[in-house]
C-alpha cells in the first residue's frame, strides 16, 4: 500500500462532503475519492441488510480505486454497517457517530436535543452511545424529508424551514442547550437553522472530529502522503451532478457514472 494513494469515502449522497471538507481542510496533500451514492438516497429508512450490502459495494469500489483508508462518511451507514465492514476488509476504516459526548459533557440545562435519520436513531450502536449519559435528558427527532429536499437542491425552500420548525421547536420548548447534527448532509442546514435557533443553542456536528481522528490513523498506519505533488480531489457520483457540484470548490472533479 502506498501513501500516495487516495482517502476513499462513501456516503449516500451529496451530504459526506461536509466531512470531506474537513478532512480536505486539515490534510489538503491527501488524495481523496469520494462516492456519492445519491441514486439510492436516502439511506435512513432502508433495512439494515440494506444498508450493509450499500455499503459493501461502495467499499469495494473504493477498494478497486486502491483506497489506503475508508471514510464511511454517513452516520447511518457507520451506525448499522461498520461493524460488518471491518470484519470483511483489511482497509482501516473511520466511521461517523452522532457527536453526543461532546454535547452531553457541556450541557448546562442537562437536556440535549439530536437531529438524525430513522436508521441512525434505531440502530444498536447509537442505543448503546446513548446508555453512556443517562444523567442528560436526550431528545431524538427524525430528519423525515431533510435529506430528500438537500439532494434536490431545495435547502432554502419554504418547504425545507417548514420542516425545521416542526422538528425544532419542540425540543426548544424542552430546553435544550445544544443540537447535536447526527446525519452528514445536514450542517449544510445550519444557516436555516440558525434563523430558527436562539443564539444560546450552540448547534453541533461530527465533522472536524473524524477529519482528526482520519489524521490519527494515517500517522498510526504510517500511511500519510508525503509527496509534493498537487493532490487531486475526484467525485463520483450515480445521479445529476449538478448539486453536488454546487456545494464542491471548483477545483474538484466531478464525473457521472453508474455504480
Ligand atoms: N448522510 C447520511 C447520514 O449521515 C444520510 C442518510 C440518508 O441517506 O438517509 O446519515
Redesign the pocket.
Known amino acids: 500500500m502506498s501513501n500516495t494513494n487516495p482517502i476513499g469515502l462513501f456516503?449516500?449522497?451529496i451530504?459526506?462532503t461536509s466531512i470531506w471538507k474537513e478532512i480536505h481542510s486539515l490534510l489538503p496533500f491527501e488524495n481523496t475519492i469520494y462516492l456519492a451514492d445519491s441514486k439510492n438516497?436516502?439511506?435512513?429508512?432502508k433495512s439494515k441488510e440494506e444498508i450493509i450490502d450499500l455499503s459493501i459495494k461502495n467499499t469495494e469500489l473504493l477498494l478497486n480505486k486502491n483506497s489506503k483508508l475508508i471514510v464511511v462518511?454517513?452516520?447511518?451507514?457507520t451506525t448499522n454497517a461498520i461493524k460488518e465492514l471491518r470484519l470483511k476488509y483489511k482497509v482501516p476504516f473511520i466511521g461517523?457517530e452522532p457527536a453526543i459526548k461532546p454535547a452531553a459533557n457541556k450541557t448546562n440545562t442537562h437536556t440535549i436535543g439530536i437531529l438524525?435519520?430513522k436508521?441512525?436513531l434505531n440502530s444498536e450502536l447509537f442505543h448503546k452511545n446513548v446508555e453512556n449519559f443517562s444523567d442528560v435528558k436526550i431528545i431524538e427527532q427524525v430528519g423525515h424529508g431533510l435529506?430528500q429536499l438537500i439532494e434536490n437542491g431545495d435547502i432554502e425552500s419554504t418547504e425545507m424551514t417548514l420542516l425545521l420548525k416542526s422538528y425544532i421547536e419542540p425540543m426548544l420548548e424542552q430546553n435544550i442547550d445544544y443540537l447535536v447534527l447526527?446525519?452528514?448532509?445536514y450542517p449544510y442546514l445550519i444557516p436555516q437553522l440558525r434563523k430558527i435557533i436562539p443564539t444560546n443553542v450552540k448547534i453541533i456536528d461530527s465533522g472536524e472530529a473524524v477529519a482528526k481522528q482520519t489524521q490519527h490513523i494515517l500517522n498510526q498506519y504510517k500511511l500519510t502522503n508525503s509527496s509534493n505533488e498537487q493532490s487531486y480531489q475526484h467525485f463520483y457520483t450515480n445521479s445529476d451532478s449538478k448539486v453536488l457540484k454546487t456545494i464542491l470548490k471548483n477545483d474538484s472533479t466531478v464525473f457521472e457514472k453508474n455504480f
Open positions: 456516503d449516500s449522497g451530504g459526506g438516497a436516502p439511506y435512513g429508512i462518511a454517513c452516520n447511518t451507514a461517523i438524525a435519520t436508521g441512525t435529506v447526527g446525519c452528514s448532509h
